[in-house]
């Protein structure tokens, strides 16, 4: 008898019912997951993850195997979207194939999406410096790869089926010419599901590229660039930091300064409105030392809170 009234206090003190579906999602964003995932992929086992290469292959098998234990389902029937860019084509790389990788929660509504990606390749090897040649990518961008996996397991946790479907994205060929997130764009405008209607609209994506150095000594400094159509992105992001208590204090530069710009760009042409998160460039940006013991953890996981919370509101407020 003792026994049984201890483990249904237990259970009960488990599952706290105070807890709303955001915090539940919140909970599971952490150090520890930021720490083990731009780990794995900025290791020299993954050999810098350049677009088409053995690196990248890896790469993109090690977070296919991530949302798939998750229990996240495979965008139109596979996590892998394949493509062969054109300026592989008639080149000795006329074989190679690139792999976006693509998984969703339907929402109660799948008449609309929003989404949220980040590129996952980087440079590969490079000439010897020292005894190092591998272009590991830390920040850039298994940075922002570990933000959209934390997101993804955070949506799950929340408990909450979401009003609108919620596509992840990780892009490949980024550093190549954002050759990943510009074929889904545009493949996903001309496709014409049957019966025929128009493509499914994209409400909004946000995207997350080099979101885990400092500025200036600055751990606090983040660049969030979001479309001048929506000012109401940024009161999001003010009162989220605020809400939440966040270590963040935003710049909130125009989208047109964006440093080199990354996989928003195809999304705004489109007329996708979207959000755009950014540590500024570094002394180690495209260099052998963007490692992954320069990373201020703390910040990611700030930044990647703040981005599930921007994406909770896409997905679920009825309009924005
Ligand atoms: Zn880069």
Redesign the pocket.
Known sequence: MKYIILSVFISFSICSFSQTPIENGLSVINRYNAETYIGVLASDSLQGRKAGQIGGVKAAQYIESVLMNMGLKPWRGKYEQSFTPDIFIGTANANTKLKNILAYIPGRNTDEIVMIGAHYD??GIGSPMGNDSIYN?AD??ASGVSAILQIAKAFLASGQKPARTVVFALWDG??MGLLGSTYFVENHFSYIPIPLTSAIPILGYINCDMIGRNKDGDGSHVSAFYSEAKPIFGQWIKSDIKKYDLALSPDFPSLGSSPGGSDHMPFMDKGVPVIFYNTDLHADY?RLSDEADKINYEKVVDITKLAFLNLWNMANLDTF
């Open positions: 980087h440079l990518g850039d961008n980024e550093e495209h």
